[in-house]
């Protein structure tokens, strides 16, 4: 994880590739199991997300990790799948997945990453997002 060195407003956000089918569904996902509506979104193709990815080190024309801003901290690659995660009500369990190295933790996410596209697809644009979802969405 990495200190966010900009005051940043906002807390609580992930970054995503937004014509990746896979990470589309990921959001998805976290929306189902985010009953108190912690998390917000940003696609990585918005301005916003663009902004966000520049801070964080991140090619926002060759994404290879998701973010997620919590509690003034960046998390990157698993370490951000497993904070999102393990927030979410009933996912507490996934804090135990800290323990496993993280070298190892993130190979593994590298892999998905670098086929997420091969895996699931890819939209032709950025994905859109219904009524509910559009107001969690940062642009």
């Known amino acids: 994880m990495t200190k966010v060195t900009t005051s940043w407003p906002d807390d609580d956000v992930i970054l995503y590739d937004g014509v990746c089918v896979f990470c589309s569904r990921w959001v998805q996902f976290v929306i189902a199991r985010d009953t108190a509506n912690r998390f917000r979104f940003t696609p990585i193709q918005s301005a916003y997300g663009i902004r966000l990815a520049q801070t964080f080190g991140i090619d926002p024309d060759e994404p290879d990790t998701n973010a997620v801003v919590h509690r003034g901290m960046v998390h990157l690659k698993s ?58 969405v940062l642009e």
């Open 79 to 136: 370490d951000a799948a497993l904070t999102v995660l393990s927030n979410l009500p009933g996912w507490s369990w996934t804090r135990a997945l800290f323990g496993v190295p993280k070298p190892l933790r993130d190979a593994v996410y590298s892999v998905v990453a670098r086929n997420r596209y091969r895996i699931c697809g890819k939209y032709d644009s950025c994905f859109v997002p219904d009524a509910e979802l559009r107001r969690r």
